[in-house]
């Protein structure tokens, strides 16, 4: 009877280490789960209360917008600090982008409507560049250039934009655009393809109007 | 003696059940980070071909609701085409891969552009010719995906086949 007792208490004793460790190791994938979906800083889209379509609720808003300096088609470094003082759509695209090219003509025609405002327009690239080497990096310069001229675009124009995955907020989808007023705090986002009188208010939002 | 056995016996039962919670409940986090993937491969898991000889096999995937992929042969220079490969080395070679013609695809706000898509479920016929031996593939398909209003960034996803040659 006594070594039953010891036999079954054992037996508890293994089954109870097994149960702790199981829950542990949960517990520890659900903590690093968590850690690395903030650390990527998701948006979200919210119901909206009308019934209409989802809405896109970046968790930079009312944030400043992080700093970056990217190079653009000429080689040039391009700092957003640098258009401090002006309202800035800071907007993600790529060449692959069907939606970005229907986006495209509406923001290089609000552009020239409200740059006499302080408005300005950056189309940052998040077509992958590689680095490594050169004659590829060369002819992937080359396409960006040749997409930007067949869309017209009049704005800068900065590669190497999904280094500013994190920052951004994963920049899981092309179009997304910042929309950052003249002190340099996001105001509004937009993801996906929306409208260009969506785009407007934004810009006046940014603009302070 | 026997009452003790039966108790063991139980004990370690019950041990065995908690060991696959455990492990099923580890599982749960993870799975939720990977639930956007655009693209999944369904079948098939293994196949037998004769070795040093063409053989043709069928590979099904099937594409998230709602949205598309770029076919082989996108109508646009710029969008990136979606395309199945064997990395060297793997004791098969893909010596020709067949894809399915596009359906035509317009976004609708810009309906005069005609897109050439995959949606749904699509296969690609591969033929691969493979070495004596059991080989665990590592292939990749590569595509772009996208809905009607936007676009995700191109990616590949892994293809894990069990090529037997004999």
Not at chain 1, 195 to 203: G, P, Q, R, V, Y
Not at chain 2, 29 to 54: C, D, H, M, N, W
Not at chain 2, 86 to 107: C, H, Q
Not at chain 2, 109 to 135: C, M, R, W
Request: with cysteine.
């Amino acid at each position: 009877m006594k070594r039953n007792s010891i036999v079954i208490t054992i037996v508890l004793f293994i089954l109870a280490t097994f149960a702790w460790a199981g829950w542990a190791n949960w517990e520890y994938r659900k903590q690093a789960a968590e850690k690395a979906l903030a650390a990527t800083a998701q948006a979200e889209l919210v119901p909206d209360t009308n019934g209409g379509m989802p809405q896109y609720v970046s968790p930079l808003k009312g944030k400043p917008a992080p700093t970056f300096t990217l190079e653009d088609l000429g080689g040039n470094k391009v700092s957003l600090a640098s258009y401090k003082g002006k309202a800035v759509l800071i907007n993600f695209w790529a060449t692959w982008c069907g939606p970005c090219k229907i986006e495209t003509p509406w923001l290089v025609e609000l552009r020239s409507q409200y740059a006499a405002k302080g408005f300005e327009i950056l189309g940052v690239s998040t077509d992958d560049l590689d680095r490594d080497d050169k004659q590829k990096l060369s002819d992937e310069k080359k396409d960006i250039a040749r997409s930007a001229q067949q869309l017209k675009i009049s704005y800068p124009v900065l590669i190497d934009g999904a280094t500013l995955s994190t920052p951004y907020g994963g920049l899981d989808e092309m179009p997304t655009s910042f929309f950052v007023d003249r002190n340099g705090t996001v105001v509004a986002a937009q993801l996906g393809l929306t409208s260009k009188a969506d785009i407007e208010a934004n810009i006046k939002k940014a603009l302070g109007e | 003696m026997n009452g003790m056995r039966r108790q063991v016996g139980m004990a370690f039962s019950w041990l065995a059940v908690a060991s696959i919670f455990a492990s099923a409940q580890s599982d749960l986090p993870a799975r939720s980070i990977l639930k956007g993937a655009a693209v999944e491969y369904l079948f098939p898991e293994q196949v037998t071909v004769p070795a040093g000889k063409a053989s043709d096999i069928t590979l099904h995937f099937r594409i998230a609701p709602g949205l598309h992929i770029n076919s082989h042969t996108p109508k646009d220079e710029f969008l990136i085409p979606t395309t199945f490969s064997i990395p060297e080395d793997a004791g098969v070679r893909l010596s020709k891969a067949t894809y399915p013609a596009g359906e035509e695809f317009v976004l609708p706000l810009d309906p005069n552009t005609k897109l050439s898509v995959y949606t749904a479920e699509f296969t690609i016929q591969a033929q691969i010719v493979a070495t004596v031996g059991n080989h665990l593939v590592e292939a990749r398909l590569r595509y772009q995906a996208c809905d009607k209003n936007a676009c995700m960034p191109p990616k590949a996803i892994p293809v894990a086949i069990d090529v037997i040659g004999k």
